[in-house]
């Protein structure tokens, strides 16, 4: 198999296959993303690189943020990507490549598949996948297979909108996204930064308007574990509000199990406790105790597996295996 996985600063291409149930990666070549250059042209660059690392393949997998149609395999105008519009990927390798197969999914959908095939929700029929990363964007697997939509838009999560105010995420204050992604808590961390050193205060996490600019997610965690107050604020907010956006999804979806990846995976500790509590409070309890809610479990190698899942899942329901 052959995987694309596109982005906003870079591309990868990668080569593997699975055997006995694993999945294999031969080889991983990174190239920037050129956007003076046409969508086609970087495609182009992707196949030139895929045809140097080998010359026999059954299937193109690619994973590339949204908005995206995996239907009609045309990715449409990501943000991250100015210019990509209306890109008929699909068609344009299937012409190129006579008789190989391509597949298209958004880069949360292609994490989900990976996570439910080869990590943390192997086994489970029913399962959600959240990236908690710089956004907040999430797949859904229903019945062994990639949920869509009606126009590939299923799983935006972060566009629900929690509260009336709040940091924003997804262009929504006050967003699951706003409140649950590393973008959004640094937002609450620069906040009440803010607010301290209006008050002639001084955080231990900054100690000058010159250092707003530099609070991350990370740095929050640092402080909080260390005891600070504020930060350790910050966290318990995030923690409270996944809560509260994952008592929505259960109760609609019933789910088997939830797994969320990057932040939650690293800041369990700060952000565990006063998700369960709010978990507890609303959720209907059959269907809490029916989900398991865990970390993802191949951390940094999710992203290499991808695209190159989305591929072996493409050709085992076009092959109806």
Known sequence: MIGFDIGGTKCAVSIGYERDGELIVKDKRIIPTDLSVSPYDMIERMCSISEEMTECFDAIGISCGGPLSAKRGEILSPPNLPGWDNVKIVEYLENKYKGCHAYLQNDANACALVEWKYGAGHGSNSMMFFTFGTGLGAGIVIDGKIYDGASSMAGEAGHIRLAKNGPVGYGKAGSFEGFCSGAGIAQLGKKYAREALERGEIMPYCRSEDELASITAAILAKYAREGDKVAKKVYDISGKRLGQGLSLIIDILNPEIIVIGSIFTRCEDLLR????????????????????????????????????????EGERLRKGV
């Open 273 to 312: 406790k006063p998700m369960d509590k709010v978990l507890k409070k609303e959720v209907l309890s059959h269907s809490l105790n029916a989900c398991k809610i865990v970390g993802a479990a191949l951390g940094e190698k999710i992203g290499d597996y991808a695209a190159l899942t989305v591929a072996i």
